[in-house]
Protein backbone atom coordinates (compact mmCIF):
# COMPACT_ATOMS: atom_id res chain seq x y z
CA UNK A 1 0.00 0.00 0.00
CA UNK A 2 1.40 3.63 -1.13
CA UNK A 3 2.29 5.81 1.68
CA UNK A 4 0.25 9.19 1.46
CA UNK A 5 1.70 10.86 4.13
CA UNK A 6 2.57 14.60 3.70
CA UNK A 7 6.64 15.40 3.41
CA UNK A 8 8.16 18.58 5.33
CA UNK A 9 8.77 19.46 2.07
CA UNK A 10 5.04 19.31 1.03
CA UNK A 11 3.80 20.97 4.20
CA UNK A 12 6.07 23.83 4.23
CA UNK A 13 4.55 24.21 0.68
CA UNK A 14 1.36 23.93 2.21
CA UNK A 15 2.30 26.64 4.38
CA UNK A 16 3.34 29.47 1.75
CA UNK A 17 0.44 28.48 -0.23
CA UNK A 18 -1.88 29.42 2.73
CA UNK A 19 0.51 32.56 4.14
CA UNK A 20 0.32 33.62 0.47
CA UNK A 21 -3.69 33.38 0.42
CA UNK A 22 -4.04 34.99 3.87
CA UNK A 23 -2.12 38.29 3.08
CA UNK A 24 -4.14 38.76 -0.53
CA UNK A 25 -7.16 39.05 1.88
CA UNK A 26 -4.89 41.31 4.19
CA UNK A 27 -4.25 39.02 6.42
CA UNK A 28 -1.03 37.80 8.64
CA UNK A 29 -0.52 35.10 10.69
CA UNK A 30 2.83 35.64 12.38
CA UNK A 31 2.95 32.39 13.89
CA UNK A 32 2.00 30.42 10.92
CA UNK A 33 4.70 27.52 10.80
CA UNK A 34 4.78 23.58 10.46
CA UNK A 35 4.67 22.29 13.66
CA UNK A 36 7.93 19.93 13.09
CA UNK A 37 7.16 18.11 15.95
CA UNK A 38 4.42 16.44 14.57
CA UNK A 39 6.96 14.53 12.18
CA UNK A 40 8.30 13.03 15.07
CA UNK A 41 5.88 11.97 16.87
CA UNK A 42 4.51 7.97 16.68
CA UNK A 43 1.49 9.15 14.77
CA UNK A 44 0.51 6.44 11.81
CA UNK A 45 1.21 8.07 9.44
CA UNK A 46 2.79 11.40 10.12
CA UNK A 47 1.08 14.14 10.87
CA UNK A 48 2.39 16.89 9.39
CA UNK A 49 0.46 19.67 11.05
CA UNK A 50 0.79 23.15 10.84
CA UNK A 51 0.66 25.65 13.47
CA UNK A 52 -1.54 28.60 12.95
CA UNK A 53 -0.28 29.97 15.96
CA UNK A 54 -1.79 32.70 18.09
CA UNK A 55 -3.80 35.96 16.47
CA UNK A 56 -5.89 38.80 18.41
CA UNK A 57 -9.17 39.42 18.06
CA UNK A 58 -8.72 41.71 14.84
CA UNK A 59 -7.21 39.20 13.13
CA UNK A 60 -9.27 36.36 14.14
CA UNK A 61 -12.44 38.81 13.00
CA UNK A 62 -10.41 39.45 9.58
CA UNK A 63 -10.25 35.53 9.26
CA UNK A 64 -13.62 34.83 10.05
CA UNK A 65 -14.93 37.76 7.41
CA UNK A 66 -12.85 36.68 4.70
CA UNK A 67 -13.89 33.00 4.42
CA UNK A 68 -17.75 34.07 5.55
CA UNK A 69 -17.56 36.08 2.26
CA UNK A 70 -15.78 32.57 0.88
CA UNK A 71 -18.24 30.56 1.63
CA UNK A 72 -21.64 33.15 0.34
CA UNK A 73 -19.88 33.13 -3.02
CA UNK A 74 -20.04 29.32 -3.48
Known amino acids: MPDHS ?6 TLCVEELRTVLAL ?10 DLPSFAGTY ?7 ALGNC ?19
Open 25 to 34: HGITLPSLRV
Open 6 to 11: PTAYDV
Open 56 to 74: NTATAQALATALRKTAAGQ
Open 44 to 50: TPPAGLI
